[in-house]
């Protein structure tokens, strides 16, 4: 159909996400340029609200903001910190044991590639490739609960995993547009195509969507 080739979708869900100030960009643009920062926000954010987490992360920054900080924080402490976000202890542990893993491992940094990532506690495909393609650059498509939702609902892939979706939208959607996917989608996720009730009357590119597993529209 005309007007529904992916780059310009993708460009619309970004401004639509951007228009009703989703959450996710505002916390992005205040952590991606610390790629340490970006890492325990991400991976603290699993099954939690982005606000939720930025405050985590913020409160948690203001007491410890260096692996070596947070590696020696006493871990009651360090939990009651990250209260509010979903299994905030499990995750203060994964935490402590990640700081450890940089320090002995990358010299206290971040690594910039999949495996070194994905090595890290806590860390799974979706963190790495968030970190991959928001904060390092790199060419990375982060499929997260948005992005499965909205690919299939659109009709682009039917897959029932999100790590799928991540291998059918790598098939389907050109490379130099794999990094903006994530924020994208989770922003129009977050504010129009969301969960329950989508918003499809609002939504911009409704004539493009086949609205998979939606009910018929009045
Ligand atoms: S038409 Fe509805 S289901 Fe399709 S992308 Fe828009 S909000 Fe989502």
């Known amino acids: 159909m005309e ?3 992916k780059p310009r979708m993708i460009s619309l869900m970004l401004k639509e996400g951007t228009e009703r100030d989703a959450p996710v960009l505002r916390a992005r643009e205040e952590i991606n340029c610390n790629p340490f920062k970006a ?3 991400t991976m603290l954010s699993a ?3 982005d606000q939720s987490t930025l405050g985590a992360t913020k409160r948690l920054f203001r007491k410890a903001s260096t692996p070596l900080e947070i590696a ?3 871990l009651g ?3 009651k910190i990250l209260y509010g976000v979903g299994f905030y202890h499990a995750k203060a542990r994964n935490l402590q ?3 450890r893993k940089l320090i002995s491992e990358h010299e206290g940094k971040v690594p910039s590639h999949f495996e070194g990532l994905t090595s890290l506690p806590g860390v799974g495909r979706k963190t790495a490739n968030v970190m991959l393609g928001q904060v390092f650059e790199k060419d990375a498509i982060a499929v997260d609960v948005h992005v499965h939702r909205i690919s299939n609902r659109l009709g682009w892939v039917r897959t029932r995993k999100p790590e799928e979706t991540e291998i059918e939208l790598m098939r389907i959607i050109p490379k ?3 990094k903006r996917c994530n924020i994208s989608m989770v922003s129009f996720g977050q504010t129009l195509c969301i969960p329950r009730n989508p918003k499809c009357a609002e939504c911009p590119i409704r004539k493009c969507c086949k609205r998979v597993g939606l009910p018929k529209m009045k």
């Open 47 to 49: 099954r939690t609200r």
């Open 77 to 79: 402490k360090l939990e």
């Open 176 to 178: 130099k547009l794999w």
């Open 3 to 5: 007007g529904c080739d």
């Open 97 to 99: 044991a990640l700081c």
């Open 72 to 74: 020696e924080m006493d």
């Open 39 to 41: 890492l325990v926000f």
